[in-house]
């Protein structure tokens, strides 16, 4: 039986890893999360249901009232639950793969394609591993009553992590480090009541996750209970992973993922227009292929900003997502994106930033005035297995105006002034204190000597538009000061002591009958 006791963080983080170990050289590293988080899911939602039952049964004494869908979240059919998983000595893939398709059956359309695993297709994990695995999960109840949401969704989270360090660079396409993705949650707040939050490349949804929490912690912030999370992802086994995190950090009313290319297919439209939200936070694929053809007319009118009537290169994307973005942000939105360094100086994209820098929107719809309020340079090797250097790019409809026709730029990418990031064995990762200080900073708009400066657009029309940091920022290595006289003592010093040394040599010469 699972233990009734309630886990800490590191009891769960220690459990779930476990998952890997145990199936580890039967599936290849970068199946792990195909099996593992689905399976996690399903002990969640059937612990859930069993406690949720037995606590209604104890109320109304009765059965057909305990089991009415109306006193649960999610119905798992009693032949499925989790104890009935743990009876099978056999066919075991079969039997999860059956469990699977009951449960998305019984929670139509709320689980549509959440499991998409096949387990019969892994022929290594054989029925004792599987038997195995089942075991071991049964050590904790993972019921929401007994497990808080935020405890078993920080869990989740750090096993999605886990995941991704063990694909490596793969592993970045639907991982967003948790101190970048905390740094952007930061500069964003605080959140207004009822906030709609967007993430169209979502990955995992570990963005959305921890602007509601982040929320829920900053007393400044509205209510993350009438939040609206959004997102969209492309790859049909990485939404599955995103909706499941939803569910599990407890954000099933209020959030959604829907799958498709969020260029070549938006999802979240309404009356054949975009929907627009409060705040977008993205990390897209860098300089990825996008159809540049099949959108040259698109009926949303999201990429015909150049005067030339241009679009960004069909080999490379970054625009083409920014675009997107812009257009999905309503009135007073504001965006925290991240960014290859390339976004800010290639010189046949300043007809993109062009627009997002001129007083009057020029050409942006929906835009009428410069839109950039911000660009942090970050240090590189943050990503796994990726050392190109990247920013943040902070976007905002609504700047105030006393921030109008200006952009903050700030360079955090080295550690002259302050501890911004630290190395680790196979990457750098912001420290709390770095977090800080380009929070701090932001937020009081400040010009600080090697750190950050506030320009005016004037100043970056004058160099077109280039929105290089090392522009603006003196971001060389300070020189170390010299002490002149101090140098000049040491070379007397030296000097007598070279003169001690030739003395002492002309006499040994001498003896020798050198001359």
Same mark, same amino acid.
Request: charged share 30%; with cysteine; aromatic share 10%.
């Given at each position: 039986?699972?233990?009734?006791?309630?886990?800490?963080?590191?009891?769960?983080?220690?459990?779930?890893?476990?998952?890997?170990?145990?199936?580890?050289?039967?599936?290849?590293?970068?199946?792990?999360?195909?099996?593992?988080?689905?399976?996690?899911?399903?002990?969640?939602?059937?612990?859930?249901?069993?406690?949720?039952?037995?606590?209604?049964?104890?109320?109304?004494?009765?059965?057909?009232?305990?089991?009415?869908?109306?006193?649960?979240?999610?119905?798992?059919?009693? /032949?499925?639950?989790? #104890?009935?998983?743990?009876?099978?000595?056999?066919?075991?893939?079969?039997?999860?793969?059956?469990?699977?398709?009951?449960?998305?059956?019984?929670?139509?359309?709320?689980?549509?394609?959440?499991?998409?695993?096949?387990?019969?297709?892994?022929?290594?994990?054989?029925?004792?591993?599987?038997?195995?695995?089942?075991?071991?999960?049964?050590?904790?109840?993972?019921?929401?009553?007994?497990?808080?949401?935020?405890?078993?969704?920080?869990?989740?989270? *750090?096993?999605?992590?886990?995941?991704?360090?063990?694909?490596?660079?793969?592993?970045?396409?639907?991982?967003?480090?948790?101190?970048?993705?905390?740094?952007?949650?930061?500069?964003?707040? &605080?959140?207004?009541?009822?906030?709609?939050?967007?993430?169209?490349?979502?990955?995992?949804?570990?963005?959305?996750?921890?602007?509601?929490?982040?929320?829920?912690?900053?007393?400044?912030?509205?209510?993350?209970?009438?939040?609206?999370?959004?997102?969209?992802?492309?790859?049909?086994?990485?939404?599955?992973?995103?909706?499941?995190?939803?569910? %599990?950090?407890?954000?099933?009313?209020?959030?959604?993922?829907?799958?498709?290319?969020?260029?070549?297919?938006?999802?979240?439209?309404?009356?054949?227009?975009?929907?627009?939200?409060?705040?977008? +936070?993205?990390?897209?694929?860098?300089?990825?292929?996008?159809?540049?053809?099949?959108?040259?007319?698109?009926?949303?009118?999201?990429?015909?900003?150049?005067?030339?009537?241009?679009?960004?290169?069909?080999?490379?994307?970054?625009?083409?997502?920014?675009?997107?973005? %812009?257009?999905?942000?309503?009135?007073?939105?504001?965006?925290?994106?991240?960014?290859?360094?390339?976004?800010?100086?290639?010189?046949?994209?300043?007809?993109?930033?062009?627009?997002?820098?001129?007083?009057?929107?020029?050409?942006? &719809?929906?835009?009428?005035? /410069?839109?950039?309020?911000?660009? %942090?340079?970050?240090?590189?090797?943050?990503?796994?297995?990726?050392?190109? &250097?990247?920013?943040?790019?902070?976007?905002?409809?609504?700047?105030?105006?006393?921030?109008?026709?200006?952009?903050?730029?700030?360079?955090?990418?080295?550690?002259?002034?302050?501890?911004?990031?630290?190395?680790?064995?196979?990457?750098?990762? +912001?420290?709390?204190?770095?977090?800080?200080?380009?929070?701090?900073?932001?937020?009081?708009?400040?010009?600080? #000597?090697?750190?950050?400066?506030?320009? *005016?657009?004037?100043?970056?029309?004058?160099?077109?538009?280039?929105?290089? %940091?090392?522009?603006?920022?003196?971001?060389?290595?300070?020189?170390?000061?010299?002490?002149?006289?101090?140098? +000049?003592?040491?070379?007397?010093?030296?000097?007598?002591?070279?003169? *001690?040394?030739?003395?002492?040599?002309?006499?040994?010469?001498?003896?020798?009958?050198?001359?």
């Amino acid at each position: 039986m699972s233990s009734d006791t309630t886990p800490t963080l590191d009891d769960l983080d220690r459990y779930l890893f476990k998952c890997a170990d145990i199936i580890r050289n039967t599936v290849d590293k970068t199946d792990y999360k195909d099996y593992i988080l689905p399976l996690v899911f399903y002990k969640t939602i059937s612990d859930t249901y069993q406690d949720n039952y037995e606590e209604l049964l104890e109320e109304y004494d009765d059965p057909e009232i305990a089991s009415d869908e109306a006193f649960h979240d999610f119905v798992v059919p009693e /032949e499925y639950r989790w #104890e009935e998983l743990r009876k099978q000595n056999e066919r075991v893939d079969e039997f999860i793969n059956d469990a699977f398709s009951a449960l998305e059956r019984e929670n139509e359309p709320t689980l549509d394609g959440v499991f998409r695993a096949d387990f019969r297709r892994a022929d290594a994990l054989t029925d004792t591993k599987l038997a195995n695995l089942v075991e071991h999960l049964s050590t904790y109840n993972l019921s929401t009553h007994r497990v808080p949401p935020d405890l078993l969704g920080e869990a989740y989270m *750090d096993l999605v992590r886990h995941f991704a360090d063990e694909e490596g660079r793969d592993g970045g396409e639907f991982f967003t480090p948790p101190h970048i993705t905390d740094l952007m949650v930061r500069l964003l707040g &605080p959140y207004t009541d009822g906030a709609e939050i967007h993430d169209p490349t979502a990955g995992s949804g570990g963005m959305l996750v921890r602007a509601a929490r982040y929320a829920a912690e900053d007393p400044d912030s509205g209510d993350p209970d009438g939040f609206r999370l959004t997102g969209q992802e492309v790859n049909p086994d990485i939404a599955a992973i995103a909706r499941m995190n939803l569910f %599990i950090n407890g954000f099933s009313e209020d959030g959604e993922i829907r799958r498709e290319d969020s260029l070549s297919s938006p999802q979240f439209t309404e009356d054949g227009r975009l929907e627009t939200f409060d705040y977008v +936070l993205a990390n897209f694929p860098f300089s990825a292929d996008w159809d540049k053809d099949g959108l040259r007319d698109d009926k949303y009118g999201r990429f015909s900003w150049a005067e030339d009537g241009k679009l960004p290169r069909a080999d490379r994307g970054d625009y083409a997502f920014i675009m997107h973005m %812009i257009a999905q942000l309503d009135e007073t939105g504001r965006a925290a994106i991240v960014i290859p360094h390339g976004v800010l100086f290639r010189r046949h994209e300043s007809k993109f930033r062009k627009p997002m820098l001129s007083p009057d929107g020029d050409g942006i &719809p929906g835009v009428d005035h /410069e839109i950039v309020e911000a660009v %942090i340079g970050l240090p590189s090797n943050l990503f796994q297995n990726n050392s190109i &250097p990247s920013a943040i790019l902070v976007l905002n409809k609504d700047k105030p105006v006393e921030r109008q026709g200006q952009v903050l730029f700030l360079h955090a990418g080295d550690n002259y002034v302050e501890q911004f990031y630290r190395e680790l064995s196979n990457q750098s990762e +912001l420290t709390e204190q770095g977090l800080d200080h380009i929070v701090e900073n932001f937020r009081s708009w400040d010009t600080e #000597e090697r750190v950050s400066r506030v320009v *005016d657009v004037e100043e970056i029309a004058a160099n077109d538009y280039n929105l290089n %940091i090392a522009l603006y920022v003196d971001t060389t290595e300070p020189r170390e000061e010299i002490d002149v006289a101090e140098e +000049l003592a040491a070379l007397h010093d030296l000097r007598a002591e070279r003169d *001690d040394l030739e003395a002492r040599m002309d006499q040994h010469m001498e003896v020798l009958g050198y001359e």
